[in-house]
């Protein structure tokens, strides 16, 4: 059964500082998902990375995929309070069902 | 721009009640789904549908828990009778068949059981 782990849980940064949130799977997939929840909100899709070393950056925030070492990154540069939030990444697992699993999620929250 | 919607946003029952929740995916989208979020988790697959058949309820409790989705648009979920344990945020997204398969989740419906 396919694990997704994130690291930290819990993140509390500055403003302006730069940070990196870890998101680990423990089977093959080629298909990662960044998700962004704000509190009693539902999700947002944040970034789609579909193969090996693929990178994709939006505003502050870029996520890349190693697919080999089973490694998702989302860095944050330059912090900023608008960006607190929970951050979840999901992976596709099962084959033709698409089905999601997603990680334990990662608490930001950016001080002034 | 299109989006899932979802209603009710919140509901109270008391346990033991029965309690539905309707969705209704972008249109085109054939792949719908019913996620339930508890407080503090990442959200956990109930049921996936392909237009209007189950491709996975593996995790869904079907002795309370059924969905339907008939026509192969919109969809309800129903829990009865309704548990404590069933208090939870129900989140329900839909993608369409092709690359990058990406969901979309719509507003959720915030259930409280007392």
Request: charged share 20%; with cysteine.
């Amino acid at each position: 059964e396919l694990k997704v782990e994130q690291n930290p849980l819990f993140l509390s940064m500055q403003e302006g500082k730069n940070y990196t949130i870890y998101c680990n799977y423990s089977t093959t997939s080629d298909r990662l998902y960044w998700y962004r929840q704000d509190p009693g909100k539902s999700l947002e899709s944040l970034f789609v990375l579909l193969s090996n070393g693929a990178v994709k950056q939006e505003g502050r925030l870029m996520a890349s995929l190693d697919t080999k070492a089973r490694l998702s990154t989302l860095h944050i540069t330059a912090a900023v309070h608008d960006l607190s939030a929970t951050y979840f990444c999901a992976v596709i697992y099962g084959g033709a069902t698409n089905k999601l699993i997603f990680g334990t999620g990662t608490l930001l929250a950016v001080q002034p | 721009e299109a989006e899932v919607a979802q209603s009710p946003r919140y509901k109270i029952t008391e346990k033991s009640q029965a309690v539905a929740f309707w969705c209704d995916p972008i249109s085109g989208h054939a792949t719908l789904y019913w996620y339930r979020q508890i407080l503090g988790q990442g959200p956990e697959l109930l049921v996936q549908f392909q237009d209007e058949s189950v491709v996975d309820d593996s995790q869904l409790p079907k002795d309370r828990f059924s969905a339907e989705r008939l026509k192969g648009v919109d969809s309800t979920l129903k829990i009865q009778p309704a548990e404590l344990g069933d208090s939870a945020m129900y989140l329900c997204a839909s993608s369409s068949s092709g690359l990058p398969y990406e969901q979309y989740f719509g507003p959720g419906t915030r259930l409280t059981v007392t």
